[in-house]
């Protein structure tokens, strides 16, 4: 079931696992400031490299720019040699290939870095072609600012045409990085894991805790706060309960896995690359626990039939 590592461009050898940075001073969504600090964050990053997960993706649009900074000013601290993901919002005012370079440049000014290991279209939004995006990504390539070039949020159509523009001048496509976890299994279903995994492209599954809920913390009576939790009705938290307890009897079958590491061993076990975020050092600790063993075929299988179920219910 597994994406063979070998198809995998180099950017992800040795990268099974990464730390998504989202909230990494996002207030907005996340509420960075009440609750967790950078002192959290910066413990949360030490500890990822103590464990050897040393990838890292974050965006120029988080926290404002804020995720890359910290980010960055961990990376000096430590003095570490890590990988890092970031990317480029073709926002609508962004009308020239020529506005990719300078915010690369800009992103790299505030990670305190010479290069990016990975670049990525965060979404494929219009006017400007996906060629044309791809066209300013090889500018980036050549000039040696990323290592790889990736995308996020293609669909299949987007993805092959990203795919064609970069092979036409024998670069590889590295990643498609999508929203993928138990409870969202849409490129399962709309034929963008296949196509990914045929063309060597490494899906990066985002959100892979579905933004918290797949630990198991987040019930009708106490569901996420502020922005996160205006997306989820109390129905909707009672519903993924049986998937919840599914996860822990699973888990109770694996040393006493959490919720959280058997949804990320899932995540694996289709050949994804998961990038749970995280804030804090207990949850870099857990995610991290995800690694190392491996649920069943079956147990797959149950999960996606009570995923299914849990889905298909309204
Ligand atoms: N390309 C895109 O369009 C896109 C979109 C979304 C995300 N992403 C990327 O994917 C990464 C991960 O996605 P995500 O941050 O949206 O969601 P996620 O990984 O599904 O969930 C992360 C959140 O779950 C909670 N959590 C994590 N580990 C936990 C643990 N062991 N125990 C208890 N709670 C835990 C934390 O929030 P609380 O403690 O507040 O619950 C954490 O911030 C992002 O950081 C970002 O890099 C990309």
């Known amino acids: 079931m597994d994406q063979p590592f070998s198809k995998r461009n180099p950017v992800f050898e040795g990268v099974e696992f990464g730390i998504g940075c989202w909230a990494w001073g996002d207030r907005m969504v996340w509420g960075y400031g009440r609750g967790y600090s950078e002192d959290d964050l910066r413990a949360a990053f030490a500890h990822a490299l103590e464990l050897g997960i040393t990838f890292f993706d974050t965006a120029e649009v988080y926290g404002l720019g804020l995720s890359e900074k910290l980010l960055g000013k ?134 892979p805790l579905a933004m918290g809920l797949l630990t198991g913390k987040y019930t009708a009576e106490n569901p996420p706060h502020g922005t996160r939790g205006g997306r989820y009705s109390r129905k909707y938290l009672e519903r993924i309960q049986p998937l919840i307890l599914q996860l822990r009897r699973i888990g109770a079958n694996h040393d006493d896995k959490t919720p959280a590491q058997v949804a990320l061993n899932w995540v694996l076990c289709k050949g994804a690359l998961p990038i749970p975020g995280a804030k804090t050092f207990e949850q870099v600790e857990q995610n991290a626990g995800a690694l190392g063993w491996r649920l069943s075929d079956e147990e797959v299988q149950t999960l996606d039939e009570i995923s299914e179920q849990v889905s298909r219910e309204s």
């Not at 009308?95 to 800009?106: D, K, T, V």
């Not at 523009?165 to 299994?185: C, D, F, I, W």
């Open 74 to 207: 961990f990376i000096c601290e430590s003095g570490a040699s890590v990988k890092v993901a970031t990317k480029f919002m073709p926002f609508p005012w962004r009308l020239s290939r020529s506005s990719l370079m300078r915010a690369l440049r800009n992103s790299l000014k505030r990670l305190g870095l010479s290069r990016v290991d990975l670049y990525q279209i965060h979404f494929p939004l219009p006017p400007l072609t996906v060629e044309t995006w791809m066209a300013a990504m090889l500018d980036a390539h050549q000039a040696g600012l990323t290592a790889a070039i990736g995308v996020s949020n293609f669909n299949r159509q987007q993805t092959q045409r990203a795919y064609e523009m970069l092979a036409r001048h024998g670069v590889t496509l590295a990643s498609n990085q999508v929203e993928y976890h138990l409870l969202n299994r849409e490129i399962e279903k709309n034929g963008l894991l296949k196509l990914c995994q045929e063309l060597g492209v490494t899906v990066i599954a985002y959100s």
